[in-house]
Structure formats: C-alpha cells, structure tokens
C-alpha cells in the first residue's frame, strides 16, 4: 500500500509563497495522477488543483487558478504543490492525493491514497 | 461548477442505529466518478466507496452506495463506534474535481 508523506508545518507572511511536497513510498505516482485538496479551520475539503491520471493534464480549481502550481518528479516519486500571494484565507492544512484509474467501459477516477496533511499558517 | 449540497448537515445517532446520508448534484455527474471520503479529526480523509457503489478494499460492508444523476446516498447499515466522523461526497466532471460540504455523523 502506497503512504504518500507530506513535508513538515509552514508559517508564511502575507503576499509569500509557499511550497509542500509529497513523497510516495512502498508505491509511486507513475501511471497516477495526484491533487491537492485543503481544509481550513472549520471548514470542509476543498479541491485546489491536480494532474489528471493517463492524460497528465494539469487542471486548476476556478478559485486558485494562477495562483497555484502542481508538479510532479517521478524520479524521485515527489509531487509539489506552490501557491503564491498567501493571505490569511489560505490558512488551512492542506493534502495531497493519488489519483486512481480504473479503465473499463468507462474511466474511473478517485483519490485512492491521502497524505497526512501539511498546516500552513499565513500570518504577519 | 458542479455544486454538490449534502444532507444533512449533521446526523445524532447511536451505534447500531442505521444512518442514511444524501449528496444532491447541481447538474448531472457521472456515475463512475462519484466518490465517497471518510475523514476524522487529525486524519488524512479515506476513501470509501468510489463509482457510486463500490466499497474500497478495507470498507467494511455495511457501508454502500447508491445513486445516479443528480441524487446519491451513502448508507451504514449499523453504526460502528469508529464510524463517527464527517463524510464527504466528490465528483469529477470537465476535468475538475468538487466535494460537497461534508455530513457529520455524531454520537446520539
């Protein structure tokens, strides 16, 4: 079973950018795509942004478009999620996902794996 | 944007008690791309069910799904302890993903 693990907590000023990566081990992101998914303090998931499993299309939630970046190195099974301008709203613990594939009459997705969640605190 | 509104917003209830769970979408989804988390506080979120209706592999079976079009439902058959928590239900259409707001499913 794939354990994706999520780099350590951040605190950012405002206007800042901040980078979280993503390592899968015992398993990889080859043949899978992966999303970023955040929760703010009591809130629910929201969908930020992702690669799209098969086609390696990137595709970015309306709310975050030109603000977030998502990248992955399979060499070193590492996907990375920047997200600029931060301001206090992007408080929030925020988390990578694996995308599954299942191909059969019809394409399947779904988040298969989670990773355990990075809190980044945008605060002056 | 497909919206999707989940229902109820909280659900009380007692181990063993069935507990029926509802995600309406704004416009039709795909059936093979609706999704169901479970997600505890200080956990990362855990799939499920995933194409409506099929369990995860270590989903128990009393959890099932159902659904297509605009309505789908998440049932528990009987509540377990550790089935107290917030379900989220998640779509995927024109190459974007939304989850609706989340149910939580507390200790009556």
């Known amino acids: 079973q794939v354990q994706l693990v999520q780099s350590g907590a951040e605190v950012k000023k405002p206007g800042s950018s901040v980078k979280v990566s993503c390592k899968a081990s015992?398993?990889?992101?080859?043949?899978?795509?992966v999303s970023w998914v955040r929760q703010a303090p009591g809130q629910g998931l929201e969908w930020m942004g992702g690669?799209?499993?098969?086609?390696?299309?990137?595709t970015y939630g309306h709310s975050f478009r030109g603000r977030v970046t998502i990248t992955t190195d399979e060499s070193s099974n590492t996907a990375h999620m920047e997200l600029s301008s931060l301001t206090s709203v992007d408080t929030a613990v925020y988390y990578c996902?694996?995308?599954?594939?299942?191909?059969?009459?019809?394409?399947?997705?779904?988040?298969?794996?989670w990773g355990q969640g990075t809190l980044v605190t945008v605060s002056s | 944007e497909v919206v999707l509104t989940q229902s109820p917003g909280t659900l009380s209830l007692s181990p063993g008690e069935r507990a029926t769970l509802s995600c309406r979408a704004s416009?039709?989804?795909?059936?093979?791309?609706f999704t169901w988390y479970q997600h505890k506080p200080g956990q990362a979120p855990r799939l499920l069910i995933y194409?409506?209706?099929s369990r995860a592999t270590d989903t128990p079976d009393r959890f099932s799904g159902s659904g297509s079009g605009t309505d789908f439902t998440l049932t528990i058959s009987r509540l377990e302890p550790e089935d107290f928590a917030v379900y989220y239900c998640?779509?995927?259409?024109?190459?974007?993903?939304?989850f609706g707001q989340g149910t939580k499913v507390e200790i009556k």
């Open positions: 998640q779509q995927y259409s024109s190459s974007r993903w939304t």
């Open positions: 416009q039709s989804v795909s059936s093979s791309c």
């Open positions: 690669i799209i499993p098969i086609f390696g299309t990137k």
């Open positions: 996902a694996r995308v599954a594939v299942e191909m059969a009459a019809i394409l399947t997705y779904y988040f298969d794996s």
């Open positions: 015992g398993g990889t992101f080859s043949g899978f795509g």
């Open positions: 194409n409506t209706s």
